[in-house]
C-alpha cells in the first residue's frame, strides 16, 4: 500500500482536529484507503510545536511553511492556519503539486491538477448523507421553504478579547465563519439559490486587545447575521450565523419542507434526521402521520461502520474523520473528492455576496457554478 507523507501547517485547534483524523482513520475505516505518515508540522508557537510532536507523533517540527510544502517526503499539505494566512501556502502548495486540504478559501485561482477538498465536514454526518438521498430521490417534493441557522454564543460578553476571527481584515466575521457551513450544506442539499438579502449586526463595537492590557480594539467584522435566499423556483428560505445567540453552545440547524414531505436536523442531535411524510394517510386520531427519527447514528456505508459500531452515539469530530477519509480516497483512486476546491471556490464567491449585501442592505445575485 502507498504510503502518503502528511504536512500540517498550523497546529491550533483545526490542526489537532486534523491530526486527530489521521491518526484514527485506520481505526475507523478497515481497510483504510491509504497508509499516512504525518511527517512535519509548521506553527510559530514553539510549545505547541512541542505537543505536536508529542502528541501526534510527527517526524519533524518548524515554523517556515515553505520548508514543509516543499518537502520531497510531503505529498499532502493541510492548511489550518487563520483565514488570513492561508493565500500565501495556498498557492506555493499549488506551485509545488501538492494534494492540499484546507478549511476556507478566499481568492485562490489558476489550473490545479492535483487532488484538493474543502473540509466542509457537515455533509460527512450518516445524517446528512441520508438527507441528501432522500432529496435526489423526491421524498420531498418541489420545495415549499426551507431554513437553517448556525449558532454559537461565544461573542456575548463584550469583555471577550479580539481574536482573528473578529476582524475583517484577519478573514473573520461569522458570515465566512459560521456561514460558511450551513450555506454550503443548504447548497449542497437543496442549491442553487439564485439572490441573497442579508443584514448584519456588530455587537460589541469595541473589545479588548489580546496583546496590549488596556487597550481597546474596533470591531469591523459582524457578530450576527441574517439571510433571505431566494432559489430560481422562488423558494424562500431563511438563514442565521450568530456568536451572539445566549445559550447555544455549537447547534447548526435546518429544516425544509416540501409538497410531499419535510426533514429537519440538530447538530446538538446528530444520531437522527427527522423526516414527515405527507403522503402518509391521514386517519381517525392521527394514524401514523407525523415526525418520525430515522436512526442513522453511525451507519457508514463499508468500509466504514464497523468500529464503533452503527448503533453507537456520533460524536461532532466523526465528520471530519469522514470528510478525510473521502479526501484520502480522493488521492489514491482518482474519485471526486467530497467537497471539490472548485466547490470551495464557488462559496468563498457566495460568501462574499452574501456580505455585500449586508453592506447594502439591498438584494444581491448569488454566483452560479460553471
Known amino acids: 500500500m502507498k504510503t502518503l507523507g502528511i504536512g500540517v501547517l498550523g497546529f491550533g485547534f483545526m490542526g489537532r482536529t486534523h491530526t486527530f483524523a489521521h491518526l484514527t482513520i485506520p481505526i475507523y ?35 517556515d511553511f515553505e520548508e514543509v510544502i516543499n518537502a520531497p517526503d510531503v505529498d499532502v499539505v493541510h492548511v489550518c492556519t487563520p483565514n488570513d494566512e492561508h493565500m500565501p ?6 506551485a509545488a503539486g501538492k494534494h492540499i486540504y484546507v478549511d476556507e478559501l478566499e481568492g485562490l485561482v489558476g489550473d490545479y491538477r492535483g487532488a484538493a477538498q474543502v473540509a466542509l465536514q457537515y ?19 418541489p420545495l415549499t421553504h426551507f431554513r437553517g441557522a448556525y449558532l454559537h454564543s461565544g461573542s456575548v460578553d463584550p469583555e471577550r478579547p ?22 454550503d450544506l443548504l447548497w449542497w442539499l437543496i442549491g442553487p439559490f439564485e439572490s441573497v438579502h442579508c443584514d448584519s449586526r456588530i455587537w460589541a463595537a469595541q473589545r479588548p486587545s489580546a496583546d496590549a492590557p488596556g ?7 459582524e457578530e450576527a447575521a441574517v439571510m433571505l435566499l431566494r432559489r430560481p ?19 447548526l440547524r435546518f429544516e425544509i419542507h416540501g409538497r410531499y414531505g419535510a426533514m429537519r436536523f440538530n447538530l446538538k442531535q446528530p444520531n437522527y434526521l427527522e423526516v414527515y411524510d405527507a403522503r402518509t394517510a391521514e386517519e381517525e386520531l392521527g394514524g401514523a402521520r407525523g415526525w418520525k427519527k430515522l436512526a442513522c447514528v453511525q451507519k457508514y456505508p463499508p468500509p466504514g461502520g464497523k468500529f464503533p459500531g452503527g448503533k453507537f452515539s456520533l460524536g461532532w469530530i466523526r465528520g471530519h474523520v469522514h470528510c478525510l477519509y473521502s479526501f484520502l480516497r480522493a488521492v489514491v ?16 464567491r457566495v460568501l462574499e455576496a452574501v456580505r455585500e449585501s449586508a453592506q447594502r442592505r439591498a438584494w444581491i445575485d448569488l454566483p452560479q457554478r460553471t
Open 29 to 63: 475505516y478497515d481497510p483504510p484507503p491509504v497508509s499516512c505518515r504525518l511527517v512535519a508540522v509548521c506553527d510559530r508557537d514553539a510549545a505547541r510545536l512541542t505537543e505536536a510532536v508529542a502528541i501526534g507523533g510527527f517526524q519533524r517540527a518548524g515554523s
Open 89 to 94: 501556502a495556498l498557492r506555493a502548495a499549488v
Open 123 to 141: 455533509r460527512f454526518y450518516p445524517a446528512t448523507i441520508r438527507a441528501k438521498r432522500l432529496i435526489e430521490e423526491g421524498f420531498l417534493g
Open 162 to 183: 479580539v481574536n482573528w476571527k473578529s476582524t475583517a481584515a484577519g478573514g473573520g466575521g461569522v458570515i465566512r465563519d459560521l456561514g460558511s457551513h450551513v450555506l
Open 215 to 221: 487597550k481597546l480594539v474596533d470591531i469591523d467584522a
Open 233 to 251: 423556483d422562488g423558494a424562500l428560505g431563511t438563514v442565521e450565523a450568530s456568536k451572539i445567540a445566549t445559550g447555544t453552545e455549537d447547534e
Open 333 to 348: 483512486e482518482g474519485e471526486p473528492p467530497g467537497a471539490s476546491l472548485a466547490e470551495g471556490l464557488h462559496l468563498q
